[in-house]
T-cell receptor, first 113, second 112 residues
Framework: EPEVTQTPSHQVTQMGQEVILRCVPISNHLYFYWYRQILGQKVEFLVSFYNNEISEKSEIFDDQFSVERPDGSNFTLKIRSTKLEDSAMYFC???????????FGPGTRLTVL | RKEVEQDPGPFNVPEGATVAFNCTYSNSASQSFFWYRQDCRKEPKLLMSVYSSGNEDGRFTAQLNRASQYISLLIRDSKLSDSATYLCVVNPSSNSGYALNFGKGTSLLVTP
């Protein structure tokens, strides 16, 4: 059964550094999402992406964040200048069609020191 | 962003027990509904979609009441492996880019 993969599984970085989180969605998925979950809190939506454009972004997804699908397979989330409060699990998800079940990757744990 | 509310628990039940979780959502335009399961420090995994007519998958039964904006999950004959956090998830509408709106989750611990 195809799976969403994410790398790295754990990223430790210094405050102010740039990080890129990578995702490889399931090949026939067309709708892509990034979510984050701060330890002990609920899963929060960051951004949705379809047809090489951002469909929607939350208030969390400020100018420090960007997404790309550079080569038709990878889907990346970049945080330009990390802050302590960016420490969280970041999950990539994909779906074949709108309103379909979204399938999540295993997540990247980001720790900002 | 409108909310999805769940009782956080924890629910501690013995093996074999029946347990029910409830969830309410505030956006009446919501279009699709799910229960996801999340194990500690893992990704959310789909348990089942929830349909207006109610649906069952083995020991799990989900119900949706659109008028009351209420979703439920019933687990019969609980197993130790059912211990997890159960996330009520709503897909609000096309205006939201189909982003999922998660509840905080209900923690279940099934004991021997």
């Amino acid at each position: 059964e195809p799976e969403v993969t994410q790398t790295p599984s754990h990223q430790v970085t210094q405050m102010g550094q740039e990080v890129i989180l990578r995702c490889v969605p399931i090949s026939n998925h067309l709708y892509f999402y990034w979510y984050r979950q701060i330890l002990g809190q609920k899963v929060e939506f960051l951004v949705s992406f379809y047809n090489n454009e951002i469909s929607e972004k939350s208030e969390i997804f400020d100018d420090q964040f960007s997404v790309e699908r550079p080569d038709g397979s990878n889907f990346t989330l970049k945080i330009r200048s990390t802050k302590l409060e960016d420490s969280a699990m970041y999950f990539c998800a994909g779906a074949q069609r709108e309103l379909d079940t979204q399938y999540f990757g295993p997540g990247t744990r980001l720790t900002v020191l | 962003r409108k909310e999805v509310e769940q009782d956080p628990g924890p629910f501690n039940v013995p093996e074999g027990a029946t347990v029910a979780f409830n969830c309410t959502y505030s956006n009446s335009a919501s279009q699709s509904f799910f229960w996801y399961r999340q194990d500690c420090r893992k990704e959310p995994k789909l348990l089942m979609s929830v349909y207006s007519s109610g649906n069952e998958d083995g020991r799990f039964t989900a119900q949706l009441n659109r008028a009351s904006q209420y979703i439920s999950l019933l687990i019969r004959d609980s197993k130790l492996s059912d211990s997890a956090t159960y996330l009520c998830v709503v897909n609000p509408s096309s205006n939201s880019g189909y982003a999922l709106n998660f509840g905080k989750g209900t923690s279940l611990l099934v004991t021997p």
